[in-house]
């Protein structure tokens, strides 16, 4: 089983920045990509970026240019780093692994609000 535990997460003017993180615990060894998702109110469950082990690393199209994601092995972390924040970036963003063929762990997720 792999733990995943997200922070970072709060309010920011529009065309700010957020940093948020992702601490995974447990089973990490198992773990073969991760990535970020978010879910606004009375939407569907967005991608937002995928990582994979080997480094490659690949974001929604709204998000390219702004959010730039990373990992840091040796904490067993994953980063998301949000700039040019918009109204409509507004979600809980959440970090997933996949320990299979699929992103089967997920965190609880940590809230981001943008205001104008």
């Known amino acids: 089983q792999v733990q995943l535990v997200e922070s970072g997460g709060g309010l920011v003017q529009a065309g700010g920045s957020l940093r948020l993180s992702c601490t995974a615990t447990g089973s990490v060894f198992e773990i073969n990509a991760m990535g970020w998702f978010r879910q606004a109110p009375g939407k569907e469950r967005e991608l937002v970026a995928h990582i994979s082990t080997n480094g490659m690393t690949e974001y929604a199209d709204s998000m390219k240019g702004r959010f730039t994601s990373s990992i840091d092995n040796a904490k067993n972390a994953l980063y998301l780093q949000m700039n040019s924040l918009k109204p409509e970036d507004t979600a809980m963003y959440c970090c997933?692994?996949?320990?299979?063929?699929?992103?089967?762990?997920w965190g609880r997720g940590t809230q981001v609000a943008v205001s104008s």
């Open positions: 997933a692994a996949s320990t299979a063929r699929a992103y089967n762990c």
